[in-house]
């Protein structure tokens, strides 16, 4: 299995609203949709309808006035009902009751089926997503409201909510399809085909654990309301987070850092490579720049590159960067087959940190192997076993160009131009019986720890 970016887009394109609304229509077809009316503050001089947030009145509690939905006197929290002498927060004008519609979504009529697909997938989980889904199931799927008022955002496409906009939640995630969607139109795939249950497709879904429950719930409720046809996800790679120097990162603490900013200041494969091998999957990680650093300096440079280097350079300095003729040890050969199915089945099963481990193994392995057969001295002395340990590592690099490929793809790709290699497949490679080296330099700089 291969991953490639087909398209990188958002839920602000045309095309996803339009798309919405047609699947919108579908859930509505299929019965999934109902209307509810309740009374509702409103606000005739701003000429709408307040939510919690937008209203203003005495607090039940303590008797002061405060927002609508939580007291900012003695932090109560309660029902906007329960408040007396209500206001717009905008105008400031008495609120009136009125009448109020709304969209309302049965995902209560999906308990079941959700409860099904938790059981057939959740091998597949991530401990995290397992429990949360558990928590949600047990409280029991309440029906949720599909649209509020609004001026911004979709546009509900039924007569009678032209002033309503679809609610994020239910938009959002539906983002997966109509991307996909979107992807299937310009190749010219049959989309309906395409998401076809139990045809082997594999759906993989990657976020944070607070985004659990709209992976795991809601999105695969709004696909069986679509089309009950339709490959519900397969994979949840759901992550704990990344805390900074041992504090939650968040934009008031000051101490966010973005990927785009490490990776302005920082070796993409260094980025790539620090938080593969420290990914969140079990437990929060604890993320420090001079952590990565170290990292990277001991396995990236000191390791792989050390390596690398040590072979190459020395076939340039006394060989000119011949590289004579060798049998590859048939020990290795096996190692490094075994790694392509091992290393495989753990990136697919979304296990990328144990997937980096048995990379660092692999370059501890190699390093390993060159020391003890000392290319250096057979050089001198035992010209065809030189040959022989020569391809031998070059067979390693040449995978290691491979199997490293998905961490830490900048690294891979000089490599690949170093030993002229094919593009990267996820099999093993071997080299000619003899070649010249193309420029060599090295793969990586170690970066001052201080
Ligand atoms: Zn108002
Ligand atoms: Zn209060």
Not at 47 to 70: A, I, W
Not at 174 to 194: A, M, N, P, S, W
Not at 359 to 388: C, H, S, T
Request: with cysteine; hydrophobic share 35%.
């Amino acid at each position: 299995m291969m991953f490639t970016f087909d398209l990188y887009t958002n839920t602000d394109t045309d095309y996803h609203k339009s798309t919405v609304q047609e699947f919108l229509r579908m859930i509505e077809k299929n019965g999934y949709l109902y209307e509810t009316t309740e009374g509702q503050d409103y606000c005739e001089e701003c000429g709408k309808f307040l939510s919690d947030r937008e209203l203003e009145g005495k607090c039940p509690d303590c008797g002061k006035v405060t927002r609508g939905d939580q007291c900012e006197f003695c932090m109560a929290t309660f029902d906007a009902d329960k408040m007396t002498d209500k206001v717009c927060r905008t105008c400031k004008k008495a609120t009136v009751q009125r009448t109020n519609k709304h969209l309302m979504f049965r995902l209560s009529a999906f308990q079941k089926g959700i409860e099904e697909f938790a059981e057939k997938h959740g091998k597949e989980w991530r401990w995290n997503a397992v429990n949360e889904t558990r928590k949600y199931l047990d409280q029991g799927l309440p029906d949720r409201a599909v649209t509020r008022d609004l001026d911004w955002g979709v546009e509900v496409p039924l007569p009678g909510y032209e002033t309503k906009r679809v609610y994020v939640w239910f938009e959002a995630v539906l983002g997966y399809l109509t991307t996909c969607k979107k992807v299937c139109e310009e190749r010219g795939i049959d989309f309906k085909e395409f998401m076809k249950k139990d045809s082997g497709l594999s759906a993989y879904y990657v976020h944070g654990k607070d985004n659990i429950p709209f992976h795991t719930v809601i999105f695969p409720a709004l696909q069986m309301a679509i089309d009950p046809e339709m490959q519900l996800p397969t994979h949840i790679v759901s992550s704990e987070y990344v805390n900074m120097n041992d504090e939650k990162m968040s934009k008031s603490k000051g101490n966010l850092i973005s990927v785009s900013d490490l990776a302005d200041n920082y070796p993409i494969d260094a980025v790539r490579f620090y938080t593969m091998l420290y990914n969140p999957e079990k437990r929060d990680v604890n993320f420090s720049i001079a952590d990565m650093i170290t990292t990277f300096n001991k396995f990236l440079c000191g390791g792989f590159g050390n390596f690398v280097n040590r072979n190459l350079s020395f076939l340039v300095k006394k060989f000119d960067g011949v590289v004579p003729a060798g049998k590859v040890e048939e020990a290795v050969k096996a190692h490094v087959e075994g790694l392509y199915a091992s290393m495989g089945e753990l990136m697919e099963k979304g296990e990328l940190r144990a997937a980096t481990e048995a990379m660092v193994d692999f370059i501890q392995y190699a390093n390993k192997y060159y020391d003890e057969a000392k290319p250096w001295v057979a050089a001198k002395e035992d010209l065809a076993r030189f040959g022989d340990i020569t391809a031998t590592c070059l067979y390693m690099i040449a995978n290691m160009a491979n199997l490293f490929s998905p961490v830490i793809p900048v690294g891979t790709e000089a490599l690949r131009k170093m030993l002229s290699l094919p593009k990267a497949k996820w099999e093993s490679v071997t080299l000619p019986e003899t070649f010249t080296l193309g420029d060599i330099a090295i793969l990586y700089t170690k970066i001052d720890e201080k």
